[in-house]
């Protein structure tokens, strides 16, 4: 094999991992909840659902996603409802039911609603459940 040849591969094997070392590190700071170790909110997920409250939205939501995207790897043990059809065009019985008109809506078993886009810190204070220290 010729050197020309075997030093632009030794690059382009360096380049590709530096490409994935680099995705993977900006992945997981996005992915945990403002640099929290995974499933550090699963205190937090587990206080909303130990008080009976929902999370209502829909998979095409921009606010939704985000709400999500802030509890990192703990938002898979949310209590949440999906309202949107597959195919994005309606809503599911359960949603029309409960009337939400509104992405993300989270529902308190007394009925009060706190709809739109929330800090942690402000969900932690509409739902009384504590965040752990640091996180806000």
Known sequence: M???????????????LAIVFGGYVSYSS??????????ALDAFVNCIKGKGIKFYGAFWCPHCQRTKAEFGDSAKN?????????????QTQI???????????????????????????????DFSCSLPAGVS
């Open 2 to 16: 010729n050197t020309n040849r075997r030093n632009y591969i030794i690059a382009g094997i360096v380049i590709l």
């Open 30 to 39: 996005y992915a945990g909840s403002k640099g929290t170790a995974p499933g």
């Open 78 to 90: 949310l209590p949440y409802v999906e309202c949107s059809t597959p195919d994005g065009q309606g």
């Open 95 to 125: 949603c029309i039911d409960k009337k939400i008109v509104e992405y993300p809506t989270w529902m308190l078993p007394d009925g009060t609603r706190v709809t739109g886009e929330h800090t942690l810190s402000e969900l932690s204070q």
